[in-house]
């Protein structure tokens, strides 16, 4: 990829598109970071910070919980004014690119005029920002994109305000290439980027060298700790160190990361998901009992759907999300509660050093003082602490494990009590053991578009059963699943749908019934989405199954025997209070 012209600075949008391009052309760990990092070197203060937000694809830094707001719609709605395209062109472009950046990039007209900096942008993101009004978000991104003068500028600029880079490039590319850029040992930099967040800062301190004086802060979401999966009590129990495991249930809800803090001028509470973002609208009800805990902490836990000391389907949970207004009936009918089984941070003391059996201590002293039960009891306090046990043998395992399946958990944490708290990671600290459900063969109707490297391909699976005989009903469908295949599995897949096809809107083949794949699944529930009415939750793909015909796939009478199954934790829930549901 061409460096930069000599005449174009630094501080150009074409300067960054040139850097990023050039990380986003090879595959190679070493040569993104290293093309960032010669990139980086080159910049003042204030662009280096701007800089640093863009290449991760954000507008604003990780702690600045401001967001442009501009949709898919409205950001076509600007490129189609400005450069006179027929609606169904850019629809096309978007469908055949991938994204929106590389969309604009395919149709761009070459214009002249002063080149756009990154200051333009920050200001752009700014003023977006600050008004609700989509009508004035229109004028100001079409006022700043009619400034590009070439396809790449405009490209990047749909890629950052969609937050879209497609360079490949992820959090860890950038601290290796901060680290790289000035010369700092990037363990250090890494620190510094979990103790403060926001990379823009990091940055500069790394080019300050000023590292080790990086202090932690809450409201900036922390990676969570994953665990490892294992799929048997015997294999968890040859993986045990010798002071044997802590024992957590896996929990079926939402991870969650609460941080408050009254320190301030004010108390603050945030809770954030896996994702990373803020999850307080869906939980006012949590938000209010956690308020209650005096003092400063960041709790690691898990939004769980709960009324009288039973766990609820997780289905009760989705009843909340993506809704405008939580009613008083919502949340009444549908409580939930946080368990917490980790913590980070208190009154001042950063804790995720500090090994296992420390920081449950605290935890537990901190449940003591503000009256918190154990799961499995009547939530009476402001949160639930997570039940932990011993267990030092492959039998101690099974037993916690069924105990756990039967209070309608998905099965067993295992935690090194010795071990502190490594965010990102799956190691051989944690490790989890659940069953899932027997599997279903189901015959592909759809095949679609991937995103990112798979946009070329059909990488994503809609699959169906039969309603009735198989091969003499109709095919239903229970879902859409794009996990569990090879590329070159994908490479052959996608040859086959495209020639036994029989229609095509842009993005989704329909394609003739002939490929069976067996279908993995967390759990089975009722859903209207799809007209079978059955959803599976995180369905992925075992194998294609090259040796059975469209005639050996399953049934919807056998989906529903699933779904009726005392394994399957996605039935609609009872009213806990002795009145069963009709499927309880």
């Keep these: 990829m061409p460096s930069p012209a000599p005449d174009v600075s630094a501080d150009t949008l074409s300067a960054f598109a040139v850097a990023n391009d050039a990380a986003a052309a090879t595959t190679k760990k070493l040569e993104k970071q290293s093309a960032l990092a010669g990139y980086f070197r080159t910049l003042g203060e204030d662009d280096l910070a701007r800089a640093v937000r863009f290449a991760g694809g954000r507008a604003f830094a990780e702690t600045d919980e ?65 008004t609700g009004n989509a009508e004035e978000k229109r ?10 003068n070439n396809d790449r500028e405009a490209a990047y600029l749909g890629k950052i305000v969609m937050g879209d880079l497609r360079t490949g490039v992820r959090d860890g590319n950038l601290l290796a290439a901060i680290a790289e850029a000035f010369e700092r040992d990037e363990a250090d930099v890494r620190r510094a980027a979990l103790l403060i967040g926001a990379l823009d800062a990091v940055v500069l301190r790394a080019k300050a060298d000023t590292l080790a004086e990086a202090e932690f802060t809450l409201f900036h979401p922390i990676q969570f700790m994953l665990a490892t999966p294992v799929e048997t009590a015997e294999l968890a129990a040859e993986k045990m160190p010798e002071a044997g495991f802590h024992t957590d249930d896996k929990l079926d809800g939402i991870r969650g990361q609460v941080h408050k803090d009254e320190t301030g001028d004010g108390e603050r509470l945030h809770i954030y998901t896996r994702t990373l973002d803020r999850t307080d609208a869906s939980f006012p009800d949590v938000v209010d009992q956690l308020q209650k805990v005096s003092g400063s902490f960041l709790l690691d836990g898990e939004i769980l759907p709960y009324k009288r ?42 804790l995720m050093d500090a090994p296992l059996t420390e920081r449950r201590a605290v935890l537990e002293d901190l449940a003591k003082q503000c009256g918190a039960t154990t799961l ?39 935690k090194d009590p010795s071990s502190s708290y490594t965010p990102g990671r799956r190691g051989g600290a944690w490790l989890k053991l659940k069953t ?69 809107n842009g993005r989704v083949y329909q394609v003739k019934p002939q490929v069976v794949m067996e279908i993995a699944m967390d759990q089975v529930q009722r859903s209207d989405r799809h007209n079978s009415g059955y959803a599976l939750r995180f369905p992925r793909i075992k194998r294609i199954r090259h ?17 009726e199954s005392e394994s399957n934790f996605g039935q609609v829930e009872d009213e806990v209070d002795g009145q069963m549901s009709l499927f309880g």
């Design 66 to 130: 401001r967001v442009v707001g501009v949709s898919g719609r409205t950001f076509g709605d600007v490129a189609v004014s400005v450069l006179g395209l027929d609606r169904s062109a850019w629809r096309l472009a978007v469908i055949r690119n991938g994204e929106v950046g590389e969309a604009l990039a395919s149709v761009w007209q070459q214009r002249d005029g002063d080149p756009l900096v990154l200051a333009d942008l920050e200001h752009l993101f700014e003023d977006l920002a600050a």
């Design 139 to 148: 004028h100001m991104l079409a006022a700043v994109l009619r400034r590009c």
């Design 309 to 350: 000391g039973v766990v609820l389907p997780f289905s009760s949970i989705q009843k909340r999300l993506g809704r405008k207004q939580l009613t008083a009936s919502i949340l009444q009918k549908h409580p939930c509660v946080f368990v917490a089984f980790d913590i980070l941070y208190r009154d001042g003391v950063l």
């Design 376 to 414: 499995g009891e009547e939530a009476t306090g402001p949160f639930l602490l997570a039940r932990q046990m011993p267990t030092r043998t492959a039998d101690e395992i099974e037993a916690a494990f069924l105990e756990a399946r039967a209070a309608r958990n998905e099965g067993l944490i295992l």
């Design 436 to 504: 899932h459900l027997p599997t279903l063969d189901c015959v592909v109707v759809a095949a679609e578009h991937g995103h990112g490297k798979r946009r070329d391909v059909l990488s994503d699976y809609t699959f169906a059963v039969w309603a009735g005989e198989p091969g003499a009903s109709e095919l239903l469908t229970l879902g859409k699943a794009y996990s569990g295949v090879t590329d070159a599995e994908i490479a052959e897949l996608t040859t086959l749908f495209k020639e036994i096809a029989t229609d095509f």
């Design 547 to 563: 040796d059975k015909n469209i005639e050996d796939a399953d049934t919807l009478e056998r989906v529903a025997k699933v779904y």
